[in-house]
């Protein structure tokens, strides 16, 4: 059984950026575990960088990932497990966010390194995670309350390979995201 960080691979295929930057004051594209969907008025958005490669996968804000219509229908079951789809029109095509609502608590507090503050003391980031395998959730995408705002994680080992996030992207041979493993028993 493996974790794997998701990163878009921004570098290389294109990112939505919101028409209106004082969208960030607000918490619409917050996504911290907590559900959107009834309230989801989807912003305006563009391609911020149009000469990277298309992908199926593009960045918007931290801690979610949006999908194209091949993603999302290669996915759709994988994506509803885990969490929301929100709609996000832009020019004549229809995406979605996707918002992560499975929140696993199973970091393990005792093996996990951080990364402590100099002045503060205070935790900044996780240097070398630890995971309770049994308390990984059923959906193969997920998030950790002490990272949610920031980033999504998958798991893979733990189910069939057709009901895997990461082996479903492979097989279908979708473009736009990186898999960072951070863990394995």
Known sequence: MKVFRIRLDSNVFQSFLPDNEHIWATDSLM??????????????????????????????????????AVAAGALRTIL?????????PHESSLYHLINVLECANCLDDDKTKWVFGKTSGARLRIKEYHFHPSRLTESSLFK??????????????????????????EQQKLEGILFEEIWSD
């Open 80 to 88: 509803e497990w885990a969490g929301e789809l929100l709609p996000l």
């Open 31 to 68: 996504m911290n575990c907590q559900p959107k969907l009834q309230l989801w008025n989807p912003p305006s958005v563009h391609i911020g960088n149009p000469t990277l490669k298309k992908g199926n996968f593009f960045h918007l804000c931290s801690g979610a990932f949006v999908v194209d």
């Open 144 to 169: 950790i309350h002490e990272t949610a705002m920031g980033e999504v994680l998958t798991v893979s080992g733990m189910k069939d390979p057709e009901d895997e996030f990461k082996s479903v992207v």
